[in-house]
């Protein structure tokens, strides 16, 4: 969507198809690379708090799902992105359709829980892109549906050790770059899972998980910020990503009641909320910390 901004008022309504003028100037919020080429030569522009020109992110668990949305939409807007996964051809595939795009993306293979791989993952970065200026902490094991009696201390302590004790090793050294530096951002993924109980699916460690990351966020946030660093987190809604389109597609009838509790009406697409991400990791966000960014399509407002 596109404004025309001035200084000292409100923006006016977007322009629709209405022509683009060479003067004055339009807010480019999430270009695609050919869009924003054709944007540039027309005058327009991006507000510079969104640019991340210049920028090293780093993304875990950037191969699938909402991970490899957020790499693409940082990449487009002009970061240049170290991707992790443990599945090197999801990374790879990742890498040539961001190449294409103009983009710069590289990867590495690491599991999040193993230590050694993370401080070498940092080691790459550094010498690949640069120190990291922002982390989205991203990988995490998804919800164990089955009732609480029934899980397994096994399934308990993967789901946490992955969406917590994940989440803090990497905080813990891409963010010491960050602390040496005195400058960064962390945006870690929670959920609205970890802040209410969602009907229709049994609850349980990924739950515990999520509420321990909007725990985890506010104390690096109060930690950190003397530092330069702040920590923020994106607690989506339900994604149609590919895992929970499977789920959707064999639980009709949850899908259906699940989006009549979404105001909005629909589930989005990854690419739907990349944009929120950009922001969170662009100088747009830069007074926000410790926050917990709710993205549900008005689910919890119930």
Same mark, same amino acid.
């Given at each position: 969507m596109f404004f025309r901004l001035r200084l000292g008022t409100r923006p006016? /309504?977007?322009?629709?198809?209405?022509?683009?003028? /060479?003067t004055g100037g339009y807010c480019l919020l999430f270009p695609g690379?050919?869009?924003?080429?054709?944007?540039? @030569?027309?005058?327009?522009?991006?507000?510079?708090?969104?640019?991340?020109?210049?920028?090293?992110?780093?993304?875990?668990g950037a191969g699938k799902g909402l991970g490899r949305a957020f790499s693409?939409?940082?990449?487009?807007?002009?970061?240049?992105?170290l991707g992790l996964s443990r599945t090197r051809e999801d990374l790879q595939i990742l890498k040539e359709e961001i190449a294409a795009a103009g983009g710069k993306f590289d990867l590495f293979v690491a599991d999040i829980l193993d230590e050694l791989a993370i401080q070498a993952a940092v080691a790459f970065c550094l010498d690949r892109f640069g120190p990291?200026?922002?982390?989205?902490?991203n990988a995490g094991l998804g919800r164990v549906n089955k009732p609480f009696e029934e899980i397994t201390t096994a399934e308990w302590r993967r789901t946490?050790?992955?969406n917590i004790t994940g989440t803090f090793i990497c905080s813990k050294y891409?963010?010491?770059?960050?602390?040496?530096?005195?400058? #960064?951002?962390?945006?870690? %993924?929670?959920?609205?899972s970890g802040l209410i109980a969602n009907k229709g699916v049994h609850c349980g460690?990924?739950?515990?998980?999520?509420? #321990?990351?909007?725990? %985890?966020?506010?104390?690096?946030?109060?930690e950190w910020c003397a530092h330069g660093v702040t920590v923020n987190a994106l607690a989506p809604g339900y994604i149609a990503t590919r895992r929970?389109? @499977?789920?959707?597609?064999?639980?009709?009838?949850?899908?259906?009641?699940?989006?009549?509790?979404?105001?909005?009406?629909?589930?989005?697409?990854?690419?739907?909320?990349? #944009?929120?991400?950009?922001?969170?990791?662009?100088?747009?966000?830069?007074?926000?910390?410790?926050?917990?960014?709710v993205l549900d399509g008005g689910y919890t407002i119930w």
């Open positions: 006016s /309504p977007p322009v629709g198809r209405r022509r683009f003028r /060479p690379p050919g869009m924003a080429k054709r944007l540039v @030569e027309k005058g327009a522009f991006m507000l510079p708090c969104f640019d991340l020109t210049g920028r090293t992110a780093v993304v875990t693409k939409a940082i990449a487009a807007s002009g970061a240049s992105v990291p200026d922002v982390l989205v902490n946490v050790d992955n891409f963010g010491l770059e960050m602390v040496r530096r005195k400058r #960064g951002k962390i945006v870690n %993924l929670a959920s609205m460690p990924y739950e515990a998980s999520k509420l #321990g990351i909007v725990a %985890l966020t506010r104390s690096l946030a109060s929970n389109g @499977e789920f959707f597609a064999s639980h009709p009838e949850f899908t259906r009641k699940a989006i009549e509790m979404i105001p909005v009406g629909r589930i989005p697409t990854p690419d739907e909320i990349a #944009g929120v991400m950009v922001f969170l990791c662009s100088d747009a966000s830069n007074y926000m910390n410790g926050a917990v960014l």
